[in-house]
Structure formats: C-alpha cells, structure tokens
C-alpha cells in the first residue's frame, strides 16, 4: 500500500513534461518545415547558381551574397566613421573660430559622402510610409463613404475599376511633370525625386484600401445595425462604436495589400525616378557591371524580401492589437 501511495503521489508532477513534450512535438512542424524548406532553396540555388554563367562572370550563390552583404555592412561602418570624424572636426574649426571671434555664428554643413547601403534602406522605408500614410487617410475615409452609401459607390466604382490596373510605370512620368510643375521652390523641404516616388505609390497603392473598406463597411451585420437605430445612436456613435470596429479585419485586410504593392512599387519608382533608395542601389550595380555587382543586387533583392514581410508582419500585429475579433484576423 505505501508503494501504490508513493507512485500515486509522484504521477502528478509528471504530467507537465508530458504536456510540454507534447506542446513540442505540436509545434515541431511549424518550426522545422520553414527551416526545411529554406535549407532546400539555398540548396537549389547553389547548386544552380554553378550552371549560370553571365557576362559579369558566374551567378553568386548564398556563399558569395554572404560575403557582400558583410562588406557592405562594413562599407557603411567606415562612410559613419568618416562621418564623425568630418563632423568633429568642423566642431573644433568652429570653436577655434568663435574663440578668435565671438561674433562669428557657426555654419554646420552636411556630410557629403555617398549613401550606404544601410542608408538607402532606411530612406527607402521613409518614402514607402510617407505615401501609405497619404493614400491611407484618403482611402479609409472615402472607403467608409463608399460602403455606408450606394450612390457614393455607385458614382465612385467607375473610377476605382479604371485606375486600379494602372501600372506604376505609367503613372510615373505623369506624375514627375506634375511635381516638375507644381513643386517649384528655392529651397525645397524635400527633393522632387523623393515626392514623385512617393506619390507614385500613393496611387497604386490607394485602391486595396478603398475597396475592401467599402466591402467591409457595407457588410456589417444587420443586427447590429438595427441595435444602432433601436438605441438611436447619432451617426458619429454609429461610425465609432458600430462601423469601425465591424469593418477593422476587412480595413487591415486592405491596409496589408496596400502596404505590400507600395512596397513592390517603390523600387520600380526608385529606379526610374532616381530617387535614394534600394531601387537606385539596384540599378547602380546593374550599371556598374562589376564582378561583385550580381552579388549585390541579391543582397538588396533579399533584403527586399525580408522587409516585405516584416512589415506585412507588423500590419498584422497591429490588426490582432486593435481588433475585437481576434478570430477573423488572418494569418
């Protein structure tokens, strides 16, 4: 009897490390299939990458992209060291300068020196967001418009249908006129390349938005509408406690494929635009023809990649964040 107490008393901690065990052979397969799957590709890509043969010499393989993304993180390392020192020493002119003149007023200048990879990435970011944020409070509101209103829609569906399959390519040099045009002064706050890239994505990436908004907004479940007229709420309580929070999934859903096609079509825009950024990092190695160049573009062709989901990923933390029904959140 006092074994069968004994085993009896001891078999309830064993249970966690049957549980754990279990959690980890569930989540095995979420975890080892990617990693699977990318040790395929990278071997597929090797071994392809020996059979391709171009004009700038043989294709890199995941070793030789490898080591240019290293140097160009060193590349950058030494343009910010050459920065600071640039910087310290226009500081120690300046005070020798004030030192002998107390009058005199300081000019800061701007490090000159090329931008860095890692620069362009981030300058590439900034434009990207500048021109989602501008189609983002243009597209949610008409959206909303759109889907609480049949004639808006009715009137506003033309014009969707017939700009929506508009190619960033074509919409381009439309736009830099516009801005040649339009955005003319001494001192500009920002470079006309950088707004006509950023305008160009504005407008391709305006139309998920509007559309799934107005889906979204429009179908709302009947019920809580007819809660809206029982409790006779005004229409902004209609808008804020009824519409928006109905219509948040399909709202993300438009903001995430948005994001996504701003992101494809900036580096298009960058390239012809000529605007800083990963784009114009491409298109300098392809013209610079050298024997590094090929392992270069796919760094930045990775690195665009990787960003893309990240960014995707973080659209869709945010949408898990702020909606009531985390169920409808897609993955």
Known sequence: MSKMANILSVSPTRAPSGGALAKVYQSAPVLLLPLIGLLMFLAVWNGVAKSIDTSLGQFPGPAQVWEQAGVLIDEHNAQREKADAFYERQAQ?????VAQDPSYEPKVRDFTGAPTFIDQIWTSLYTVMVGFFIASIIAVPLGIVCGLSKSAYTAINPLIQ?????????WLPLVTMVVSALYVSDDPAFSKSFVTSAFTVSLCCLWPTLINTAVGVSSIDSDLINVSKVLRLTPFSHLTKIVLPSSIPMIFTGLRLSLGIGWMVLIAAEMLAQNPGLGKFVWDEFQNG???SLARIMVAVLTIGAIGF???RAMLS???FVSWDKTSVLR
């Not at 017939?162 to 074509?170: D, E, M, Q, T």
């Open 93 to 97: 002119r300046n005070a020798a300068r």
């Open 318 to 320: 945010i949408q898990r």
């Open 290 to 292: 050298s024997s590094e």
């Open 310 to 312: 990240v960014l995707d």
């Open 162 to 170: 017939l700009f929506k399959p508009v190619s960033p390519l074509a």
